[in-house]
């Protein structure tokens, strides 16, 4: 079983960028799905980024095409989302989500290992 540990989120300026880190330690790192979700406040969890590790497909939510990549170095065990253009709706708890899985989807309840979270604010 694999364990994530989320880091880089931060206070950030409307328009800036950013760019998290999800460390993936464990077993069969290729053989999982992972994903970023963000919760807002308030909110319920949603995915927003999504990678296969096997293939390299990945899945964006509509809110953040354009503005934000997924990515992953399989030689550092880590997924990326560097996170662009960034605006007020952006902020909440960045969670990174595995599944074991040969796709790529961004559905919340079909993941089952979480991160602890890192928080992202964007604020003049």
């Known amino acids: 079983q694999v364990r994530l540990v989320e880091s880089g989120g931060d206070l950030v300026q409307p328009g800036g960028s950013l760019r998290l880190s999800c460390a993936v330690s464990g077993y069969g790192f290729d053989y999982y799905a992972i994903g970023w979700f963000r919760q807002a406040p308030g909110k319920e969890r949603k995915g927003l980024a999504c990678i296969n590790i096997g293939d390299g497909t990945t899945f964006y939510t509509d809110s953040v095409k354009g503005r934000f990549t997924i990515s992953g170095d399989n030689a550092k065990n880590t997924v990326y989302l560097q996170m662009n253009s960034l605006n007020s709706e952006d902020t909440g708890v960045y969670y990174c989500?595995?599944?074991?899985?040969?796709?790529?989807?961004?559905?919340?309840?079909?993941?089952?290992?979480w991160g602890q979270g890192t928080q992202v604010t964007v604020s003049s």
């Open positions: 989500g595995a599944v074991h899985s040969d796709g790529s989807s961004c559905v919340e309840y079909e993941y089952d290992i």
